[in-house]
C-alpha cells in the first residue's frame, strides 16, 4: 500500500531521501522493465511537486520511443539530437531548461508545460533512456532536484537492464 499522507511536513530533501529508498524497493526485482519503470514514474511524481509530467523516453534504433510515465498523452517519438530529450541523448548530460520556451527546438507536448528536466541514463557511454519531468512553473527545477533525480537515475541504471 502506498499512501501519500505520510510524506506530510516533509521537506523536499526528506521527501526525495525517501523516495530514493522506495525506488529501490520497486525497481530491484524481477519484473520487466516496463513495470518497474511504470512504478519509478508513479513515484517520482506522486513526491515530486508541482509538476504536470513525468515519465521515460527508451532509445529504440536511434530514436526515443515513448515509455512509461505520468501525464497527459505525449509525443511518441523523439529523433536524436532533437527537442529537449534528444539534446540530452546527444550530448549525453542534464538538461535543466527554467523556460522551455527560450529552447531553440523544444518539444512542445502538454502546452502547459513551461520548465524541464531532461535526465540521460547512461551505461558504459551509451544513452539507453531519459527520465523527463516537466512543470507548468518556469525555473521550477533547482540543483538540489537536479542532484536527487540524478540519483534516482543511478537507482534504474544499477537494477535495470535497458
Ligand atoms: N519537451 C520534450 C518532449 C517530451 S514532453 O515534454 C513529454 C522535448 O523537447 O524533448
Known sequence: MFD???FNGMSVC???DN???MLEGLVNGDEPNVTK???ASALINALTS???WCGFYIMK???LILGPFQGMPACTKIQFGKGVCGTA???????RIANVHEFEGHIACDAASNSEIVIPIIKNGIVYAVLDIDSE???????????YLVRAVEVLNKYIEF
Open 4 to 6: 501519500i499522507n505520510l
Open 14 to 16: 526528506e521527501k526525495y
Open 19 to 21: 523516495m530514493l529508498i
Open 37 to 39: 519503470l511504470s512504478n
Open 50 to 52: 508541482n509538476i504536470n
Open 61 to 63: 534504433n536511434g530514436e
Open 89 to 95: 541523448v546527444k550530448d549525453k548530460k542534464v538538461m
Open 137 to 147: 512553473e518556469v525555473g521550477r527545477f533547482t540543483e538540489v532536484d537536479e542532484k
